[in-house]
Structures are given as structure tokens and as C-alpha cells.
């Protein structure tokens, strides 16, 4: 459960024999020309001189590939290489253990068709992120479990022009879950805490956080769109020591994909999770109550808010970080309420 505090080949195919035939003659180490002595191309038997305006023998053309031929090939030579690589340690992984060439090939390769085609997820303002530099993209969290955190990754790689990679910030409970501890670490996720936020806007990444947590994650559905508390304004004071831009984020249609209608807070204290959910569906129909509505997203990123025009001790300044966490929460909220103006229905 991610949740944040504040979350080729040079195909030119090997020909037989390792290249293109030369058109030699024989007799000759050189093409086109003859040794002394060596019989003209005229008089060897069979032969016969080309005729005036055309020319001489020619190398007999290629079969052309199949449909999609050469496609399959790079695929698969892809494939092989990514799998030679895993299996024999070739490949990096940074400091805070993200594995991009994991990520773009395997995980967003999973999580792109719930995008695309069942979220149906439309991405507006996305150049508000800026091409390089650090960033804070700020977002409201909702939907029972972290899918709008996968989604808004998701969104911020495949339409932004220089496919940056979003960092989330995530809760400790991520970190305790096995497989999902080792999953949220390859996808570029990290603990929600001030050090390693600063340290990675500080080299130049983009850092996604949800400010309201397991209380915007597991709200009732009555209180859907409704922002809960920003917390004390801790993402506030990391953008201003890194002096990079915050970015206010609002996310549509998370909210219904599970819709909590209740909390069993007995089997949440027995699990150890901050809530245990009840939705129409889930736990009623087993697995099948955990396959999420398909309802119609919208990610909306919103005009930066610059941080670089302050002093470095703004960061210490209580009354400056309430101001800036406040004016960022209004932007988010005020952009959600007409996201849902706009919106014709929860599906469509």
C-alpha cells in the first residue's frame, strides 16, 4: 500500500557471412580491375558484355522481411539482453535502491494499459513541471488504496516531453510490507522523510507527496473531495531549502474506484493497518470486491509556486510554511471543485 506522509540495436541485420558480397572478378583483389594478363570478363564462358546505357552485373536483391519482421527481432533481442542482464547483476540501481531500466521496462509497462485504457486517465498542465531541476509535486491522496500515487507516475512519465521519473514519498507501512517494500524501492519510492526528500529534489529529481496521508487514503466516501489536513507544512520547508518550485497537483476520479462506506477498525488493529475498508463489494466478494471501478480520471497540475526568491532561513519561519502549505492546499481544492464541475459522470 504506497501512501506518502506528506508518496536497439543497431538493426541493420547480420547478413550471411558477416557483410555485403563485394563484385569482384576473377583474378583481381580489387574490384573493377584486372591484372595483367587476366581474361576480360567478356571472355569467360557464359559471359556477356552489358550494352551501351546499362549497367554491369548487379547483386541480386534481398527478400523483403515479413510484416513486422524486424520489430519482433529488436524485441526480442531486447528481451534476451534485459533478462542476460538481471540474471548476471548488469545493471545500477542509486543510492535509495530505484532501478530505472526495471521501472520503464517492466512496471510501467504493467501499470501504462490501467492508465490508458481502464482509468482512461487525461493529464492537463503537465508542463507546469518544469523540463530539469528539482521539483515538489504536491497532490491530494484518496481511493482506499494508493492507485492515484501509481497513476500520477504513470502520468508524469509518459507526458511530460522529457519523460522524468516522479519520486514518491511513501509511508513506513510500505517499507514493512514484504514484496511491496522491495517493489516500491525499485520503482523510485522512498520513506517520507525530510533527508531523503531534500536529498533527491537537491540532485535534481522530481518528488511527488500526499501531504494528507492515511487520512485522505481512507476517508469515508461521504467526505470524498473534501482535503483533509495538510500536516504541519514539512513539505513547505524541504522545497524551501532545496529552493525548487511547488507544484500543486488535483486527481479526479480516485476517490470512487472503492468507495468506503465503512471500517472494520477491529481486523485494522489486529492487521496493523491504519484502517481496514468495507465497500460495496470488498470483503463480500472476495477477491473479485478488490478489482477497482472503472471510473473516468483526471490529473490536473497546477502554476508552480516558486520558493527560490527566499532567504535560507525562511525555511525556520512558522507563520511563512503555514502560509505556503495553506495557499497550496486552496489551489488543490479550489482546481478539484472544477474538475468536477466539468466532468459529465464518474465513468464517462
Known sequence: MADAKVLPFDDDRSRSGGGRRRNTTPGTGRQGQHEPGAAPVSALPGAQEPEDGQQGPQEPPEPPEGPGGGSWDRRIA????????RL?????????????????????????????????????????????????VVANHSGTLPLDGLMLQVAVHD????????????????????????????????????????????????????????????????????????????????????????VPCSIVGAEEIYPMIGNSRTLARILGFPYF?????????????AVPLPTKWTIQFGEPIPTDGFPPEAAEDPMLMFNLTDQVREQIQHTLYKLLVQRRSVFF
Open 88 to 136: 548476471t547483476g548488469d545493471y545500477d540501481v542509486d543510492e535509495f535502491g530505484y532501478d530505472e531500466e526495471l521501472t520503464d521496462q517492466v512496471l510501467m509497462s504493467l501499470l501504462r494499459p490501467l492508465a490508458r485504457s481502464y482509468f482512461r486517465v487525461e493529464v492537463k498542465g503537465i508542463e507546469n513541471i518544469p523540463s530539469d531541476g528539482g521539483a515538489l
Open 277 to 289: 475498508p468495507l465497500t460495496p463489494t470488498f470483503p463480500w466478494l472476495g477477491p473479485l470486491g
Open 159 to 246: 507526458h511530460h516531453p522529457a519523460k522524468r521519473h516522479l519520486r514518491l514519498l511513501a509511508a513506513d507501512l510500505v517499507f514493512m510490507l514484504p514484496v511491496v517494500n522491495e517493489l516500491a524501492r525499485k520503482a523510485g519510492h522512498t520513506l517520507a522523510c525530510a533527508e531523503d526528500a531534500e536529498r533527491l529534489l537537491e540532485g535534481g529529481e522530481v518528488v511527488g507527496v500526499m501531504p494528507e496521508g492515511f487520512k485522505g487514503l481512507g476517508k469515508p466516501f461521504g467526505d470524498r473531495y473534501k482535503l483533509q489536513r495538510f500536516g504541519r507544512g514539512g513539505f513547505v520547508s524541504t522545497a524551501l531549502r532545496a529552493g525548487v518550485p511547488i
Open 78 to 85: 531486447g528481451g534476451l539482453a534485459f533478462l542476460r542482464r
